[in-house]
């Protein structure tokens, strides 16, 4: 049997150690996932631009590349400097949100881009991180613990959530709403709290739906606000008015702030062969492609409907249809359990963080992956009305890409300098 001279065996030894050293600092999920997903969504995407005239499916990769060598600087960074900048970083998202309404470039009937040196940069798509990021850093000194503690993240959210829904972005907007309220109820706020936060929501669909449910909703409200509230009285008494006063102002709502074309998406994924050809042809080509694909699916590259171009915007909004088509139901359940595993990884991270703002800061980001995550699957599904918000790490998009690649630099930076064991959690019912 052969043996390695002692000085070899040596160098092999600390090349041996070098090389586990290395990998022990990598977070396999965190880091796996999400380019394990780009290297799919990459094939995926050239297989939609099949029978296109353009083929510009790599960029997908090139950005993804971009955004990782970014994400690795940002994780060597420490997170409390970044918070330290939270206010200009602000300002400055603010103000590239203020000039897409100016010299802001406009496609399919919205205007969201700014055209800097050939590229369309969205501004919202890194709003997002920068709200997260103000939110972390206010939540962490100022936890939710009485009703008026509410009043400072919803005036610092509210500015730019209206530039993005103005813009119009119904999508986008409603990432910002749910950012929110996580980040509130992880700061401390009460489940209670929480539903209280919704109640004009509920009331809203309600009223627009099954009017008579406000007879059991109404109460339910009351209760909550009674049982929660440290003004009783008073509390109920403006829980059960805010209540009425949407229930009352969703028709003129309805009609007057939503274009034609949101209201046509949220009625109808309901029934969409009520109009097959015009707002429902998202909805039931993309259900026939993901149905195609079965078990196994058709393939990669391979798919029947995703070739010849069935489903507009497949590359982007539509992508999970071009992924249940050609991996079939076995590869879109390995997709879903990836994001499951990204965001248990997140919620690890967050428990074992320093201090609040981190781990505030990371279940911000974990919950507008996952929020996009569950919106996009259900709306190409058919359970979920069309909204345009892509896919994390599957849909093509420079913006969304970059920007997801720095919340998981920033989410990396808190995983390595992490404490042992486990935070206690502050939100409470």
């Not at 939503?258 to 097959?276: S, T």
């Not at 699916?297 to 071009?322: C, N, V, Y």
């Not at 990371?362 to 918000?389: E, K, R, S």
Request: with cysteine; charged share 10%.
């Amino acid at each position: 049997m052969l043996s390695l001279p002692g000085r070899s065996r040596s160098l092999f030894a600390r090349r041996e150690r070098s090389r586990r050293r290395l990998l022990a600092g990598v977070d396999l999920v965190l880091w796996g996932v999400p380019l394990a997903m780009i290297l799919l969504a990459g094939i995926l995407i050239a297989s939609t631009q099949r029978q296109a005239d353009y083929a510009d499916w790599y960029q997908h990769w090139i950005t993804a590349a971009v955004g990782m060598g970014i994400a690795l600087l940002l994780a060597r960074l420490p997170v409390e400097r970044l918070v330290a900048w939270q206010w200009p970083i602000f300002g400055a998202t603010v103000a590239s949100l203020l000039a897409v309404r100016v010299v802001g470039t406009t496609a399919l009937g919205a205007q969201r881009w700014i055209s800097i040196g050939g590229f369309h940069v969205q501004p919202s798509e890194f709003a997002k991180l920068a709200a997260i990021l103000l939110l972390a850093g206010v939540l962490g000194r100022h936890p939710v613990e009485r009703p008026v503690d509410l009043l400072r993240p919803s005036a610092l959210i509210a500015l730019p959530w209206l530039l993005v829904f103005i813009q119009p972005d119904l999508g986008t907007s409603l990432v910002f709403g749910a950012v929110l309220l996580v980040m509130l109820f992880w700061s401390g706020m009460p489940g209670a709290w929480l539903l209280l936060l919704l109640s004009p929501l509920i009331a809203a669909i309600v009223a627009g739906t099954v009017p008579w449910g406000l007879l059991a909703w109404v109460p339910i409200a009351a209760w909550l606000a009674w049982s929660s509230l440290p003004w009783k009285r008073l509390g109920v008494a403006i829980v059960v008015g805010v209540q009425g006063f949407f229930a009352a102002l969703t028709p003129w709502l309805w009609m007057n702030v939503l274009q034609d074309y949101q209201r046509d998406r949220l009625v109808l994924f309901l029934d969409p062969a009520k109009d097959p050809l015009g707002g429902g042809y998202h909805l039931l080509q993309s259900t026939v492609g993901i149905g195609s694909g079965q078990l196994w699916g058709t393939g990669l590259m391979r798919g029947a409907l995703t070739k010849l171009r069935f489903i507009p915007e497949q590359h982007t909004d539509f992508i999970f249809s071009a992924l249940g088509e050609e991996t079939g139901f076995i590869g879109s359940v390995l997709v879903v359990a990836g994001f499951v595993a990204l965001a248990w990884r997140l919620l690890h991270i967050a428990g074992r963080a320093r201090s609040d703002a981190e781990s505030l800061l990371v279940v911000g980001v974990g919950t507008m992956l996952m929020f996009q995550v569950v919106v996009n699957i259900n709306m190409t599904i058919g359970l979920g009305p069309v909204t345009g918000i892509p896919l994390p790490f599957l849909s093509y998009g420079r913006s969304a890409m970059l920007m997801n690649f720095m919340a998981l630099g920033l989410c990396a930076s808190v995983g390595r300098r992490g404490v042992s064991g486990s935070r206690p959690g502050k939100n409470r019912w």
